[in-house]
T-cell receptor, first 112, second 116 residues
């Protein structure tokens, strides 16, 4: 079955710096790659996603890149702010089942 | 995006009892899912809730322990049966919005369950 590895597990940056979180996956049939942000006591919030026919997608300070050949994708957050502090999860889906396989999560701390 | 309401938001239960969690969506959705998030861990899919038929369970999860209902396209329940402390987790309802292949998946706020 699909296996998703996420790194790093924790990340601490200064406000204004960039943060990058990387995920690798094993199933070459995977075609949908969302990223979720989870704040304490809340459910995961979809922040950006990318599909297999696109290499990069950007939404203001957040971007995601996908390398299908190498089977990895990354979340980039620029100009980080303290409110970006949260746990971030990557996920992978294949076909039209709608089922998501999640990475282990990255705890991002943005220091003011 | 769909608005998902889960009840209860949290509960503390005695071992050996059962708890039913409700998930209500403000619009009809094709697919609904239940996930478990153990303390400090990632999310693991329990099952796909199928409208009008039995749920499809992932490896390691069985219907006797986690019975699921989905009577219509906007509502589902997950029961955690015969609970033990190992069942202490956050249980999350998720829906796919749009009805077509690989549309966005959204999550409820979760139910934080503690079994004592």
């Amino acid at each position: 079955g699909e296996n998703v590895e996420q790194h790093p597990s924790t990340l601490s940056v200064q406000e204004g710096d960039s943060a990058v979180i990387k995920c690798t996956y094993s199933d070459s049939a995977s075609n949908y790659f969302p990223w979720y942000k989870q704040e304490l006591g809340k459910g995961p919030q979809l922040i950006i996603d990318i599909r297999s026919n696109v290499g990069e997608k950007k939404d203001q300070r957040i971007a995601v890149t996908l390398n299908k050949t190498a089977k990895h994708f990354s979340l980039h957050i620029t100009e980080t702010q303290p409110e970006d502090s949260a746990v971030y999860f990557c996920a992978v889906s294949s076909g039209n089942t709608g089922k998501l396989i999640f990475g282990q999560g990255t705890t991002l701390q943005v220091k003011p | 995006s769909a608005v998902i309401s889960q009840k209860p938001s949290r509960d503390i239960c005695q071992r050996g009892t059962s708890l039913t969690i409700q998930c209500q969506v403000d619009s009809q959705v094709t697919m609904m899912f239940w996930y478990r998030q153990q303390p400090g861990q990632s999310l693991t899919l329990i099952a796909t809730a199928n409208q009008g038929s039995e749920a499809t369970y992932e490896s390691g999860f069985v219907i006797d322990k986690f019975p699921i209902s989905r009577p219509n396209l906007t509502f589902s329940t997950l029961t955690v049966s015969n609970m033990s402390p190992e069942d202490s987790s956050i249980y999350l309802c998720s829906v796919e919005d749009g009805g077509s292949m690989n549309t966005e998946a959204f999550f409820g706020q979760g139910t934080r369950l503690t079994v004592v």
